[in-house]
C-alpha cells in the first residue's frame, strides 16, 4: 500500500502524514525531503541555483523511486502532481488523497509556519492571497484525479479510516 497526499502547500501533507503513518505503523516519507538528500541542497536553494525545470525533473525521478516502498504513506509537494505526468503515476502505483483547502486558510496556515516556500520568496504579503487563487485554479485539474478528497480543516487521526477502507475493499 502507498498512500500519496497531495494539495496545495500549507493543507497539512506532511503534519497528518507524520501523525497517520505512525498510527498505522506506516512507514512515512516527505518527497521535498528526499530530493534534499539527493541533490545536497534546500527545496530554495535548488530553485535558485538550477531553475524549476531543474527540480522538477529531480521531483518525478525521486517520485518513481518511491515504487521501491511499500506501506507507507508519502507527502508530496503542491506542484508534484502538475508535472511530468507525475498524477497519473501516483494514480497506477497507489492511492491519491488530496488535501483541499481554501485559499484563505493556506493564506494563514502559510502565514503562521515557517517552512521554505521558494515559489513564495519574491511574493510580498499583500499579493499573496491572489498568488494562492491563481496557483489553486492553475493546479485543481490535477488535484482533481484525486481518489480521494478529504478537507484540510476536517482531518483529525481518523480521516485515514477513509483511505485505509477504500484499500481494503479494492
Known sequence: MRI???GFMGTGKSRWGEIWASQHNLKFIDLDIEIKKKIGLSIEEIFEKKGED???????ETLIEMDQ???????????TPCFKNNMDWMNENGITVLLNSTPSKILENI?????????????????????IEMKLKERMDFYNKAIIRLE?????SNSINAILNLKSTN
Not at 531543474?54 to 518525478?60: L, P
Not at 516502498?69 to 503542491?78: L, T, V
Not at 502565514?111 to 498568488?131: H, M, V
Open 111 to 131: 502565514i503562521n509556519d515557517n517552512k521554505e516556500r521558494p515559489l513564495l520568496k519574491k511574493i510580498n504579503k499583500g499579493e499573496l492571497l491572489f498568488f
Open 69 to 79: 516502498n511499500d506501506n507507507c504513506i508519502i507527502a508530496c509537494g503542491g506542484g
Open 152 to 156: 484540510a480543516v476536517e482531518l483529525n
Open 4 to 6: 500519496f497526499l497531495i
Open 54 to 60: 531543474f527540480f522538477r525533473d529531480v521531483e518525478a
